[in-house]
């Protein structure tokens, strides 16, 4: 049995459609717009959010002194290298979009790949992408109530006309989306480059208490393996966002080429600015003024750049933003690849007959981060699943040894030596053993919201015999949603992944074809 359901919806229309929609040369398709920059700034943006800028100090404060804060900075960049090799050698063996979700499935099965799915759709990149909105909203907001916190209503409605306004230029053009995140990458870069800058010359001027090595690992607490092990991980969660190109693959120029360049320079790239903006602050700041400071990267500028401070709360406004259109991008082709594999509704599997971006999937995505911002519990859920994200890196890692063995033969444009993936794995089976020990309530709540996912997944993908009246109403549903949005199936064809498309995709198209289709372009894609 497949993974998922037959696509319904297949009508005489869709054989007109199959016959002449797809093999012409203007047939629908998701466009490879995103180069070796792009790449590059994707990668960067969705690391490189606001807590550099914010809060660093969740590393410093369980390391309990400068010298194990900064061994933590680097050791964690090394070991996100080193998931990012495993990552990029499973990109071009299987190039599909979805990143981990794709890789999990094709690995271990419908399932696995549901559960991934399910929760990234449920609460993590909804709750992020909130998150990050509002922290946007805060800042900009900050300066015009000097005296008192900005109130609620006004933060989650900038928050809200934030997302909306990223959507917008995700809707209209791939080519608009990725310079806005290229853009917004550069000026991120440039503020740390500000602070870097600005700590070297401290370091110039004899400022280097702190890292004198009889200085540097002077605790300022007790040491504690706990507090190391929970600053290992803080490092590990800084870096999030490092196997986001692996979401977009089919969207890369070149992706045998691009997808591991972009890796080997980007986080590299971070690991330095993380490790340097580190020290900078050091050279301004003890270690207990470090600590108290609610936003870091704005108490240096206090110290540092006298009148011109005002520079460091925009970068972390405009760090923010580019973050929130990094996610939108990324996890909308998550949601799309779910779909185009049936495990969601196929309408979020569709795109755009002219712009060729998967409109459904952003507003989708769109939707239920507005959703987000409406509750007050989002923190505590991101507690709840911020074990299960990193959970499913170390199982995705763990395929790729699954699927050498499995496959020994199968095309691989990059091969790895099997020691890196198992050296992450020691790694991240350290940190996982660590959080269950520290957290076991929050671990198991992050645990049964991912199960919540079995019985959806049984009902909603795995029974394919539904009553016959629940599928014509998800036909008309699903066509009245393609007519609203001017969005049909995207053709494939051998050279993009004929081979990773599920089985029931390729029997039948979207109830309006790629024949109607035409009738609406007015350009090819």
């Known amino acids: 049995m497949s993974d998922g359901p037959r696509q319904r919806g297949a009508s005489s229309k869709d054989a007109a459609g199959e016959e002449s929609g797809d093999g012409g040369g203007g047939a629908v398709a998701l466009k490879k717009e995103i180069g070796l920059v792009s790449a590059c700034g994707i990668i960067v943006g969705n690391i490189i959010g606001s807590g550099i800028f914010v809060s660093p100090k969740g590393v410093l404060e369980n390391a309990s002194s400068v010298g194990v804060a900064l ?62 909105a509002l922290t946007f909203s805060n800042y900009v907001l900050q300066p015009l109530f000097p005296t008192c916190l900005p109130p609620d209503t006004g933060l989650r409605l900038l928050a809200a006309i934030c997302l909306l306004l990223l959507t917008w230029v995700n809707c ?13 990458t550069a000026g991120k870069l440039l503020a740390l480059a500000l602070i870097i800058i600005m700590g070297i010359v401290q370091i110039c001027k004899g400022k280097y208490y702190w890292l004198e090595p009889a200085n540097a690992f002077e605790p300022f607490q007790d040491y504690d393996v706990g507090l190391i092990a929970l600053s290992f991980l803080q490092g590990s969660f800084a870096y999030g966002g490092w196997n986001f190109l692996n979401y977009v693959t089919e969207e890369l120029v070149d992706p045998y080429v691009n997808l591991p360049r ?100 952003l507003l989708f995505t769109c939707l239920s981060t507005l959703l987000m911002l409406c509750t007050s519990d989002m923190y505590t859920l991101i507690n709840y699943v911020g074990f299960i994200n990193y959970l499913f890196y170390g199982v995705t890692v763990a ?116 024949e109607d289709a035409e009738n609406h372009k007015s350009a090819d894609c």
């Not at 070991?79 to 090799?85: K, M, N, P, R, S």
């Not at 209209?172 to 917004?184: G, K, N, Y």
């Not at 923010?320 to 049936?342: I, K, M, P, W, Y």
Request: hydrophobic residues 50%.
């Open 262 to 361: 972009a890796i080997y320079i980007s986080i590299p790239l971070v690991t330095f600015v993380y490790v340097f903006a580190n020290i900078a602050y050091v050279t301004a700041m003890s270690p207990q003024e470090l600590l108290a400071s609610n936003a870091v990267a704005v108490t240096f500028g206090e110290k540092l750049l006298g009148v011109m401070a005002w520079i460091m709360p925009i970068s972390v406004a405009l760090s923010t933003f580019g973050g929130v259109n990094g996610s939108l991008f990324t996890s909308s082709r998550l949601f799309f690849a779910g779909a185009r594999e049936g495990h969601l509704p196929s309408l979020l599997a569709m795109i755009h007959v002219k712009r060729c971006t998967p409109i459904p999937a």
């Open 71 to 132: 061994v933590v900075w680097i050791i964690t960049g090394l070991i996100t290298a080193i998931g990012a090799l495993c990552y990029a050698e499973l990109g071009v063996t299987i190039p599909k979009s979805g990143g981990d979700y794709s890789y999990v499935k094709d690995i271990f099965g419908g399932l696995a790949g549901f559960l991934r799915l399910w929760i990234a759709v449920l609460v993590i990149y909804p709750t992020n992408q909130a998150v990050i």
């Open 172 to 184: 209209s053009s791939v080519r608009w989306a990725t310079r806005v995140q290229d853009i917004f």
């Open 399 to 514: 395929g790729q040894i699954v699927l050498r063995i499995k496959q020994p033969n199968m095309h691989r444009p990059i091969k790895i030596n099997l020691i890196w993936p198992v050296i992450y794995l020691l790694f991240w089976a350290f940190l996982l053993i660590f959080s269950l020990y520290s957290e076991p309530v929050v671990c198991g709540i992050g645990l049964a919201i991912m199960l919540t996912g079995v019985p959806v997944y049984f009902l909603g993908v795995y029974w394919d015999k539904k009553p016959k009246c629940f599928d014509t109403f998800v036909d008309k549903m699903t066509y009245l949603g393609q007519k609203f949005c001017m969005v049909v199936y995207p053709a494939q064809t051998p050279k993009d992944g004929d081979e990773g498309e599920g089985e029931e995709m390729k029997e039948a198209r979207s109830p309006l074809s790629q």
